[in-house]
Each structure stands twice: as C-alpha cells, then as structure tokens.
C-alpha cells in the first residue's frame, strides 16, 4: 500500500518545492508563468468534476469563468476593489450561472449535454461582446489588482503567486475530500450506471447538478484570479476555444485523477511557451500529441508517471 502511495506523495513534494522556489528566482516572468499554471491547474481541476467523475462532458466550461473574470473587472470598473467582496461575488454569480445552465442541460444526456453548455457559453460570449461601456470586443481593463485591507499586497508577483498557490493547495485538497466522501462515490456511481443509482433510490438530477454548481463556482473563482493576473478580461475567456482548452489539458493530463488535470495544464502552458517561440501555428504539435494520448495512454500523462513510478516502487 505504502508503495502504491509513494508517487502521489513525490508529486506533492514537487509541488510544494515549486511553490516555495519559484519566487526566489527572481524572475517576474516565471512567477507570473507558475502562476498562470496554478491558476489554470484549479479551473481544470473544477471541470474534471464534472468529466472525470460524474461523467459529464462541458464544452461551456469557460462561461463560468469568464463570469468571474468580469465580475471582478466589472466591480473594479466601478471602484469595488477590495477582494473580501469581490472574490465572494465572482464565486456567487459563477455558481448561481451553474446553477441556471445545469437546471436545463442536465435534463439533456450525450450530445445534447454537450451542444447545450457550448450553446449558453456562446451565448454569454456575443452577450460580452456587446458590453460597450466594458470595452465590448476589446474587454475591461483593470486598474490594478484587488485589495485586502492593506493586508496583502496583491501588485507584487510573488505575493500574488503564494495567494494563488495557498488557494490552489487548499482547493486541491478540499477536491480530494470531496471525490472520497459519499458524495463523490455517488458521484461516480452515476456516471458508471446512472439508472442502477437511480434504482437505489437516489435523485440522480439533484447530484449532478450539485456537482455542476460546485465546478462553476471553482471555475468563477479561477476566472476572478485569472483577471487578477492579466488585468485585463475580454471576451476570449467565454469563447468555445477556452473551453477546448480546459477539455484538452483534463484529457492531457488525465480525467478522473486528483492530479491529472494539473500536469495537463503545465504540460499545456509549457508547450505552448515553448513552442510559440518557434512557430504560431503550435498547436499542429500539440494534436497528434492528443491524438497518441488518446489512442496509446488513455490515462493521460498521469497514468504514464505513475504506472513508471509503480514500476520502479
């Protein structure tokens, strides 16, 4: 058993030693990079609720997002800057938007689940590009990044990079809690046989759409870290491609692991660096990078590290 735990436990040494080291670089451009992945890393992991355990395939992911990006921005925008009441409000109407899309696409299953969270994500995306007195197309920029009383000095990279990374660890862990609870085995119980969970008497709707509330909300919250970041939220964070991205890096990485979705959205972002340095078109290196995943390691990156670390264990 000892054995079979040792990868999980290096990976979060890994990480931990990331999170202290990265800032003592000196560089703003890989604290903002780190930060950028950690940032990332949450929004997948709140989407691998959805496809990794309860079996339901978003392609509307970004919509929650971008709702928390601009309501922080928004907020900003009419000088509420203090993030004690902005992060809570980029949570709140995140959820609350999961909450009105999930009432209707689950009542859908397949193909139709999917069409309908694209569907309301485009919706929301030529809803922002309207937004003119937000900049419309071209998005809102923010001042400068939320306030915390004083407290914490959010303008300084490395200080923003061990609020993020705090948060990041503490939502990993709390998702940890939660996919081991019984929620999170019902959870699972539906997405395998959802008619047989059914037949045991339980509400199947009222589950997903729980587990639907609670990854819009994550995902808010990484919108609203995400505009923190940038400081600047434009319509491109609610677009399809945002979505596609998130679906790529939970697959990448691995869907239906607690980690997956983090190493996909390094292995994402530090490809993209890499190569876009070379060429624009990179993403011709990224599909049958996919495409091998898919067909040869379903797992995803996860799956190779650690069948590779349970061989040597």
């Known amino acids: 058993m000892a054995g079979h735990l040792r990868p999980a436990h290096w990976l979060l040494a890994a990480v931990l030693l990331a999170v202290l080291c990265v800032p003592l670089l000196g560089d703003v451009f890989y604290t903002r990079l780190a930060t950028r992945i950690l940032i990332l890393g949450l929004i997948a992991v709140s989407l691998n609720l959805l496809v990794g355990y309860g079996g339901m395939i978003s392609f509307g992911h970004a919509a929650f997002v971008g709702l928390g990006a601009y309501t922080t921005a928004i907020l900003a ?10 992060w809570p409000a980029a949570i709140a109407v995140s959820a609350l938007g999961a909450l009105v899309i999930g009432a209707i696409a689950l009542r859908t299953g397949g193909v139709y689940f999917i069409m309908i969270t694209l569907a309301f994500a485009q919706m929301l995306y030529y809803t922002s590009v309207g937004l003119e007195r937000y900049g419309g197309d071209d998005g809102v920029r923010m001042a400068a990044r939320n306030t915390f009383a004083g407290v914490l000095e959010l303008g300084r990279p490395s200080v923003f990079f061990y609020v993020v990374a705090a948060i990041f660890m503490a939502v990993v862990f709390a998702f940890s809690r939660l996919v081991r609870s019984r929620f999170g085995r019902v959870l699972r119980g539906i997405k395998d046989n959802e008619r047989r969970m059914q037949s045991l008497g339980y509400d199947t709707y009222r589950y997903k759409l729980a587990a639907f509330v609670i990854a819009g909300a994550l995902a808010g919250l990484g919108g609203a870290l995400n505009a923190n970041l940038v400081q600047l939220v434009s319509p ?11 679906l790529i890096m939970v697959i990448l990485g691995g869907v239906g692991t607690l980690f997956g979705p983090v190493i996909g959205a390094a292995a994402f972002i530090l490809l993209e660096e890499v190569l876009a340095g070379y060429t624009k078109h990179w993403m011709i290196v990224l599909g049958p990078l996919m495409l091998l995943v898919v067909l040869f390691q379903k797992g995803g990156i996860h799956a190779l590290l650690f069948r590779r670390g349970a061989a040597h264990g």
């Not at 925008?77 to 902005?86: D, E, R």
């Open 236 to 246: 491109s964070m609610i677009h399809w491609i945002m979505s596609g991205d998130l």
């Open 77 to 86: 925008f009419h000088g509420v800057a203090s993030g004690f009441l902005v």
